[in-house]
T-cell receptor, first 113, second 116 residues
């Protein structure tokens, strides 16, 4: 079945540091890939997505590129802020003909001033 | 409404009691999903609705769990004879369509269930 593997946290960075959260996936067909974010006390919200190979999703300074050859969708940001502190979930959908989402276990990011 | 809403936001119940969790999707969204977020377990899919029918119930963990959707809108997740392992945050999501690449799911704030 489908699966998503992402790096375990927590990840602690200083403000303005470079962020990478690794994500790899296993799926049949050509899934869509997502990063969701969950800020403290809030619900899950879509951060960015990519629907085909070599697509780059971007939002709020975050980027991720759909790499079919390495089955990866790593999340990056050049300069993190304290307000980026949250749990980040990598996810995929579309393998089953409808949009059931398979999530990774989440990576907690803490940014310190 | 502006987003997916869920009620109650928190529920504390005693082992063996039944609970009902409600989800109001975004108006016009045909697809609705239930997920469970447990500490240390990540997010797991429970059930998916297309309109009022549920083509995929594969994630329901036992026959104590059931869900329905009426009028292509509100959905209720029912857990009978609750157990302590049912304690989790139950998330509902909706999307405009069920198919199509990259169809975005919009999540509600969740219901935090604690079974004592």
């Amino acid at each position: 079945g489908d699966s998503v593997t992402q790096m375990e946290g927590p990840v602690t960075l200083s403000e303005e540091a470079f962020l990478t959260i690794n994500c790899t996936y296993t799926a049949t067909g050509y899934p869509s890939l997502f990063w969701y974010v969950q800020y403290p006390g809030e619900g899950l919200q879509l951060l960015l997505k990519a629907t085909k190979a070599d697509d780059k999703g971007s939002n709020k300074g975050f980027e991720a590129t759909y790499r079919k050859e390495t089955t990866s969708f790593h999340l990056e940001k050049g300069s993190v802020q304290v307000s980026d502190s949250a749990v980040y979930f990598c996810a995929l959908s579309g393998s089953g003909g409808y949009q059931k989402v398979t999530f990774g276990t989440g990576t907690k990011l803490q940014v310190i001033p | 409404g502006a987003g997916v809403s869920q009620s109650p936001s928190n529920k504390v119940t005693e082992k063996g009691k039944d609970v009902e969790l409600r989800c109001d999707p975004i108006s016009g969204h045909t697809a609705l999903y239930w997920y469970r977020q447990s500490l240390g377990q990540g997010l797991e899919f429970l059930i998916y609705f297309q309109g009022n029918s549920a083509p995929d119930k594969s994630g329901l963990p036992s026959d104590r769990f059931s869900a329905e959707r009426t009028g292509g809108s509100v959905s209720t997740l029912t857990i009978q004879r609750t157990q302590q392992e049912d304690s989790a945050v139950y998330l509902c999501a909706s999307s405009r369509l069920a198919t199509g690449p990259g169809e975005t799911q919009y999540f509600g704030p969740g219901t935090r269930l604690l079974v004592l």
